[in-house]
């Protein structure tokens, strides 16, 4: 109640003498919170974001809704900050997600604006601008799927060989998604992070924006925690983006497999740091919502690790930790 209170004082600053209303708008997996804000006299709403400053940074938010924004992607514009304070007002984008208006008539429509808007961003990429994903990090993120989803959701703790074989999968990764052409990677680009407007796709919480692999943003998409679709559309989809990427001259590989390819391993990748990450959401933070979404992003995972003989060995530990029924079947 008190960081609210300064947030309704901040704001009368700016509109002194005018009725000011807010209404949550939406919280995110951080410490953020953001509210929706309406002016006496003002025909639009906007938007407040309250970022605690011994929690949150501002800065990072408001320099890459800079660069996103020069690329032509839409994303909010920020208006007013008071960054020691932890206080942003944007502009509002709306409170239609992807996630409430996806279905089969509307997804093609919508996730070639998601694409239009993602090829605007990996367009504009230059190298030692932002953050680089580098083996370190990438390494960071998996590790939380042995610490957090295994041990601390599951209760299962790796014997020494299995740990052994899990390093040399995760190193298997680290090859193929460091020998990936780069640019710039929301991290987060999936469809509750992408807005229904009038002008295409609205693009949020893009803060934690890094240098890295092509197809991270990919995954993020078309292997959504929140939403999944059948393989067949996921295709035509990808072949849809890595047709306009060839022609507008963005680095994916020449060969659509390879590219494919690179598109499942990145995905094993996330699909492991989300595993670690819904599971810390619930066991440190108390938000338990995200365990529903747990056995989408696990069936992710299995069916890319079937498919490849060098992650395999992964379906050895899932097979602990989520263990499937199996059916077998005789042809005559």
């Not at 083996?135 to 590790?143: D, N, P, V």
């Not at 020494?160 to 998604?177: C, G, I, N, P, Y």
């Not at 029924?325 to 005559?332: A, H, K, S």
């Amino acid at each position: 109640m008190e960081r609210l209170a300064q947030l309704k004082h901040w704001l009368g600053t700016r509109y002194p003498g005018r009725q000011i209303d807010l209404a949550p708008a939406s919280a995110d997996a951080s410490f953020r919170r953001y509210f929706r804000v309406h002016v006496e006299g003002e025909p639009t709403s906007f938007i407040a974001m309250d970022a605690p400053p011994e929690k949150e940074d501002t800065a990072p938010f408001i320099r890459i809704a800079k660069l996103f924004g020069d690329s032509g992607a839409q994303v909010p514009t920020v208006l007013d900050a008071d960054t020691e304070a932890g206080f942003l007002l944007l502009t509002d984008l709306g409170d239609t997600t992807y996630l409430s208006a996806l279905d089969a008539d509307s997804a093609h429509a919508l996730y070639a604006d998601a694409l239009g808007a993602l090829i605007c961003i990996q367009k504009a990429s230059v190298p030692d601008v932002l953050p680089n994903y580098d083996r370190e990090r990438l390494l960071a993120e998996m590790q939380l799927f042995p610490d957090w989803y295994l041990a601390r959701h599951k209760h299962i703790t790796l014997d020494d060989a299995e740990r052994k074989m899990l390093d040399t999968v995760f190193e298997r990764l680290l090859d193929a998604h460091l020998a990936e052409p780069k640019v710039f990677v929301h991290r987060d680009f999936h469809s509750r992070n992408l807005m229904v407007t009038e002008h295409g796709a609205g693009v949020l919480d893009f803060q934690d924006a890094v240098y890295g692999p092509i197809t991270y943003d990919l995954a993020s998409l078309f292997k959504d925690a929140y939403i999944d679709w059948d393989e067949a559309f996921v295709l035509d989809m990808l072949a849809r983006y890595w047709e306009a990427a060839r022609q507008i001259g963005l680095p994916v590989h020449a060969d659509f497999a390879e590219f494919h390819r690179d598109f499942e391993w990145m995905g094993v990748q996330r699909h492991l740091k989300v595993l670690g990450i819904f599971a810390r959401l619930c066991h440190r933070d108390g938000k338990a919502g995200y365990l529903d979404d747990m056995p989408r992003v696990s069936s992710y995972l299995r069916k890319a690790c079937q498919r490849y003989s060098e992650l395999r060995p992964l379906i050895r530990i899932l097979n602990r930790s989520d263990p499937v029924d199996e059916t077998v079947g005789y042809t005559f």
